[in-house]
């Protein structure tokens, strides 16, 4: 057995810091589970349970091998974060804290994923934008951190209501990025995002949003294997780049600053250090492609009407095109689950038949609608509509994207397209 | 790290820069080396693009030379002037966003510890006074009052060195700097005093008069921290480009400062003071029988 696999194995079973009260030979839960890889886990029998975003989070969490998890709550995230405590003190997390403020937390959280323990934290809107000086620097320095986004409003007035303009702050960040439709996502993607933000190839942070308490607070359908059963841990020699255990011989290069001169050097290193990342983002897209069974999903291909949208949007989405087909209209979608990588060809391919296409989101500033034009910019015809979109915390009824579509249909030029 | 690492695989040391084969032949991993062993054997940091003269190079190097165990010694540093020779030891150096020092180590002795149960990693918070005070206040006061187990050693060159001469919090009262302009308003801060409010088991307040003090003090943070919690060493490293100090005069500075408002000070907690009491003995005994063997 080679050292790092030993290591990998010993993981399970190490020692816990911070865990007073209990007695003594108290067996954390976690070193009780069994370890399968991702892609058995998948296909072991489920059980469908009814239950919140949060409690979805939480169960994917105790099956997720976590090392470490840091946060500072916020609503709508806390709920998940606090659930996490409590999986902590059973012993399926295996070190914990409340930290000082967001700031605090994605740093925090930045020296723990260097260490190469496995690294969790979670956010919402203003605690993302508080720690966004750190979230931007964890792609650079490869940490495959897992940060779950539970979206909410970030410009006043002040609410805590959903609405996902901050996932647009994190698209040029060279981290992985997927929206998460459901809770049945937001049980199954912290898993993948694991698994493939550690992949060496990989070796980048990755954030798992969803819209906060439309998929948080609300119940939906959830299946998921036994508890008993829990993810390979991660392994800590195997990254882009070493881990900053001093496991390695010495030399005097410190591998967070390689920039300490204003020089030509110095900027070809710094340009040659995120072309990397942007790489490896690219190169996640294998990765994603397996275990979420394709980047994208498409319903009704064919379809000269599309809508494309990520998110909570989707669900909507797929309740208008099920109105239109009671109607006896064929209505698509394209649900996008990675927005980084973006899957630009998928969606070249997918929007292939689109005369119409629709973009809903649940921000202001239509993020996703730029990145669909961009894509299809000289790629196809349709006319790309930005919207229907909500804010503030407004919700989406399926009624608003039928009327567009109805709009559309009757030509009612109110409606501005691209 | 174990200290075979350091060592080349058979047949590969003479194929490796001279600096390299220096430090596996000459260097001070597995030894504990002495101030009055400078210059006889190869640091672990030597070079440094720092101001002629500057004060904070004197201390860096020999805070290296205190490392108890530098193959297993993290560095974590922030934006300010220290990183810039810091980065250049040989030991491994995580250069932050500006501020972020103690939340990252805390992050990162809490993540070495499970990832080596058996293995004491040491980590060290080394930077300036307004990466410490001013932007990491926060997170500085955090990881105090969490007893994070790490060191943080914070080179008070009483000014914003890296960034051209502005007011610190820890720049005296009165001092016309760049952004005081009328003097500044408020004292230095008290940061000994907070480290006593949070109940440090190891605070120390150093000017590098006197290098084996250092050495001393440096070490004794670092195995307090191991053992028990945060401790803090607070060095005055003057900044003889922002405060107009001739190079020849600086180490006549230092003396001026200990003198005026810098003595050295050392709070220790009894369970550190027993805990170190038994080490000195021993590595004194163990000193005094190398000794004896020798003649
Ligand atoms: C977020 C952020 N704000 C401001 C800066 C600019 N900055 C870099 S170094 C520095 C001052 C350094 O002073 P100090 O920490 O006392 O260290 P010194 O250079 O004096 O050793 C500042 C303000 C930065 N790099 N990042
Ligand atoms: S600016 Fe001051 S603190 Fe910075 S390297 Fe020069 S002398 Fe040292």
């Known amino acids: 057995m080679s050292p790092q696999t030993a290591e990998a194995k010993s993981n399970s079973t190490s020692k816990h810091v911070n865990v007073p009260g209990k007695p003594e030979g108290w067996v954390p839960a976690g070193d009780l589970q069994e370890i399968v890889t991702l892609e058995e886990m998948q296909k072991l029998p489920k059980e469908t349970i009814f239950m919140t975003g949060s409690e979805a989070a939480r169960e994917s969490i105790r099956r997720a091998n976590v090392d470490m998890a840091i946060a500072y709550p916020i609503t709508p995230q806390s709920e998940t974060m606090q659930q996490a405590g409590y999986l902590f003190d059973e012993g399926y997390i295996k070190d914990y804290y409340r930290a000082e403020e967001e700031i605090g937390t994605m740093s925090a959280i930045s020296g723990a994923s260097r260490a190469g323990v496995r690294s969790l934290t979670a956010t919402s809107g203003p605690g993302l934008m508080r720690g966004t000086e750190a979230i931007a620097s964890w792609p650079g320095a490869r940490t495959p951190i897992v940060m779950l986004n539970m979206c909410r409003v970030i410009n006043t007035p002040l609410a805590i209501q959903p609405d996902n303009t901050e996932i647009s702050f994190l698209l040029n960040t060279g981290m992985l990025v997927m929206h998460a439709e459901n809770q049945q996502d937001f049980f199954d993607w912290p898993l993948i995002a694991f698994i493939v933000s550690e992949e060496v190839d990989v070796t980048l942070p990755c954030t798992v949003s969803v819209d906060g308490f439309f998929v948080t607070h609300a119940r939906g359908n959830v299946a998921m294997c036994d508890k008993k059963y829990k993810i390979p841990p991660r392994d800590g020699w195997r990254n882009a780049v070493p881990s900053m255990d001093n496991e390695n011989p010495p030399a005097r290069i410190s591998r967070d600053a390689p920039i300490q001169k204003s020089n030509f050097i110095s900027y070809h290193m710094h340009a040659s250090w995120q072309q990397e990342v942007f790489s490896a983002v690219e190169r996640s897209a294998k990765y994603f492609d397996k275990y979420l069974g394709g980047l994208i999903e498409v319903v009704n291909p064919d379809a000269e009407e599309m809508i494309i949208a990520s998110g909570a949007a989707v669900s909507q989405a797929r309740e208008a095109v099920r109105q239109e087909e009671e109607k006896g209209n064929k209505v698509g979608l394209i649900k996008v689950k990675t927005i980084r990588p973006w899957p630009r060809e998928q969606i070249i391919a997918a929007a292939k038949h689109a005369k119409v296409i629709l973009v809903p989101e649940f921000n202001q500033t239509g993020w996703l609608h730029k990145d669909v034009c961009t894509t299809l910019y000289g790629k196809s015809t349709a006319s790309i509509y930005p919207g229907p979109r909500v804010f503030g915390g407004m919700t989406m009824p399926t009624e608003l994207i039928l009327d567009w579509l109805k709009d559309i249909r009757e030509k009612n030029t109110s409606r501005n397209h691209f | ?295």
């Open chain 2, 1 to 295: 790290m174990s200290l075979d690492t350091v060592k080349p695989a058979p047949g590969y040391l003479e194929h490796l820069p001279v600096e390299y084969q220096d430090l596996v032949k000459h260097g001070q991993y597995g030894k504990k080396k002495k101030v009055s062993d400078m210059g006889k054997f190869k640091e672990l940091i030597e070079e440094h693009p720092m101001c002629a003269g500057c004060a904070m190079t004197l201390f860096i190097r020999l805070v290296f030379l205190a490392l108890p165990k530098p193959e297993h010694t993290i560095f974590v540093g922030t934006a300010g002037c220290g990183r810039l020779a810091i980065s250049q030891g040989n030991v491994p150096f995580i250069y932050g966003n500006y501020g972020d020092t103690n939340a990252v180590a805390s992050g990162l002795k809490r993540g070495l510890e499970l990832r080596f149960p058996e293995q004491d990693k040491d980590v060290i918070v080394m930077c300036g006074d307004g990466g410490l005070v001013d932007i990491g206040f926060q997170g500085l006061m955090h990881s105090w009052f969490r007893h994070e187990k790490f060191s943080t050693f914070m080179l008070d060159n009483e000014i914003y060195g890296n960034t051209g001469g502005q007011e610190s919090g820890m720049t005296t009262k009165g001092l016309v700097a760049k952004m005081s302009p009328r003097g500044k308003v408020d004292d230095k801060m008290d940061m000994l005093g907070l480290a006593k409010v949070a109940k440090l088991d190891y605070v120390a307040r150093i000017v590098p008069t006197n290098p084996a003090r250092v050495v001393r003090t440096a070490r004794r943070a670092i195995l307090v921290a191991r053992e028990f919690g945060s401790t803090y060493v607070q060095a005055y490293t003057s900044c003889n480009i922002e405060y107009s100090i001739p190079t020849p005069d600086v180490m006549q500075d230092a003396f001026d400062k200990e003198k005026k408002d810098y003595g050295f000070e050392e709070h220790i907690s009894d369970r550190a003071k027993a805990y170190l009491d038994d080490i000195e003995k021993k590595e004194k005994a163990a000193a005094k029988a190398a000794k004896a063997a020798k003649k």
